[in-house]
């Protein structure tokens, strides 16, 4: 899954795979990077689109939404 960098003081980087529903989000403030699982697409398009907080909307939507999450490595997430 490729990451893209985002203008968030909260968000370094997300990415979403379509197929799995899954959702990976890595964290400016240490670098973290997190699976989130069964996220629905119209959620993630809404996280990156919103025009005033991208970090708000995260807040909201992802960890709001109950979504299960993990912890993962940084080998193998790309980033662009």
């Given at each position: 899954?490729?990451?893209?960098n985002?203008p968030?003081?909260?968000?370094?980087?997300?990415?979403?795979?379509?197929?799995?529903?899954?959702?990976?989000?890595?964290f400016?403030s240490?670098?973290?990077f997190?699976?989130?699982?069964?996220?629905?697409?119209?959620?993630?398009?809404r996280?990156?689109?919103?025009?005033?907080?991208?970090?708000?909307?995260?807040?909201?939507?992802?960890?709001?939404?109950?979504?299960p999450y993990?912890?993962?490595?940084?080998?193998?997430?790309?980033?662009?």
């Amino acid at each position: 899954m490729r990451l893209i960098n985002l203008p968030s003081k909260m968000l370094a980087a997300i990415g979403y795979n379509s197929q799995t529903q899954e959702l990976v989000a890595q964290f400016q403030s240490n670098g973290t990077f997190y699976l989130y699982q069964g996220v629905p697409e119209g959620v993630f398009v809404r996280v990156i689109t919103n025009p005033i907080s991208i970090g708000a909307a995260f807040n909201e939507f992802i960890r709001g939404g109950g979504y299960p999450y993990e912890i993962i490595p940084a080998e193998g997430v790309k980033t662009r």
